[in-house]
């Protein structure tokens, strides 16, 4: 995985004056868009689009300073007017073409990345990796933007007001792995973006003939693979820093990659003020190459 993004990013900075095609780059690479823009996104911290907006603008202000036409300079990096080009200019630099012109910055330039992969080896990562049949995740639904540090509040309002008899109706309805009352996080953008938003589901899961309640949504899941981890610790933080340890440990040091479809937590064990837990986190994902 590290020599893929690595690729990519060469890719990139040949083609920032045209158009760039990442399914196509990604299928000679015989691994999935979406695996790539995932471990892209968790390895940079942005996601892969925004890196080439930033290294796009980063070129364009050598252009601007060397006093080629804003127009121009525009339709070489692929905006259809000055007007847009000036917007992404300033949100990248943080200030308008005409002030750079005139004073010469200041400017934020993005480097170019390189991704290595450091290895330790004095913590490993256990995993399992578990064969399910298809089956169905029931529970209350809602759309929330995504946070990756801390605890989301839009979530933690969405379950404060699921009436508390059902939370137990819940429970009794769990009829398959993984048990107990769940998190999920389904239709998440690849990219990973903080602020996008996703469908989050507290509920349980149930085989997938199973009927549900009409109150109740419901998520279909494929049949698949899963790896299944571990954490325990401070919550929410320990299974946030789980998360991050999957994309810069486990995935580029093993044969599997993500799929697309829903994250799971399973929350083991807790505090009874949640400020410890021991979880699981699922993962969909299939055997790469």
């Known amino acids: 995985m590290i020599g893929i993004l690595n690729r990519l990013v060469a890719h990139i900075e040949a083609h920032l004056r045209d158009e760039i095609d990442l399914a196509a780059l990604v ?4 691994t ?6 995932r471990m892209f996104s968790s ?6 689009s925004e890196y080439i907006r ?13 006093g080629d036409d804003l127009l121009g300079i525009a339709t070489h990096y692929g905006y259809g007017s000055a007007e847009a080009f ?10 308008s073409t005409a002030a750079v012109r005139a004073s010469g910055g200041p400017l934020r330039s993005q480097p170019i990345l390189r991704f290595s992969l450091t290895v330790e080896g004095n913590r490993p990562m256990d995993a399992r990796i578990v ?9 209350y639904a809602t759309q929330v933007p995504l946070i990756h540090n801390g605890t989301n509040p839009h979530i933690q309002a969405h379950i ?11 429970n009794e309805l769990s009829s398959a792995q993984p048990a107990g009352l769940l998190q999920v996080s389904a239709q998440r953008d690849p990219d990973y973006r903080e602020g996008s938003e996703l469908t989050y589901l507290h509920g349980v899961a149930v085989p997938c003939r199973s009927d549900v309640p009409q109150d109740l949504d419901a998520i279909q899941v494929p049949a698949g693979q899963w790896a299944v981890f571990s954490v325990s610790g401070p919550y929410p933080s320990a299974l946030q820093e789980l998360w991050a340890a ?3 440990a486990w995935f580029p040091s093993n044969p599997w990659r993500l799929r697309v479809g829903p994250s799971i937590v399973a929350v083991l064990d807790r505090a009874p003020d949640f400020s410890t837990a021991t979880c699981e986190l699922w993962l969909p994902v299939e055997a790469g190459n």
């Open 27 to 30: 299928r000679t690479e015989g």
């Open 131 to 139: 064969d399910r049949e298809d089956f169905q995740l029931i529970g």
């Open 86 to 95: 000036g917007r992404a200019f300033r949100s990248v630099h943080g200030t």
């Open 246 to 248: 999957t994309a810069t």
């Open 43 to 48: 390895l940079a911290g942005m996601p892969v």
């Open 160 to 170: 404060a007001g699921i009436p508390v008899a059902e939370h137990a109706r819940l």
């Open 32 to 37: 999935s868009e979406y695996h790539v823009r």
């Open 54 to 66: 930033r290294r796009r603008m980063s070129l364009a202000a050598a252009d601007l300073l060397a």
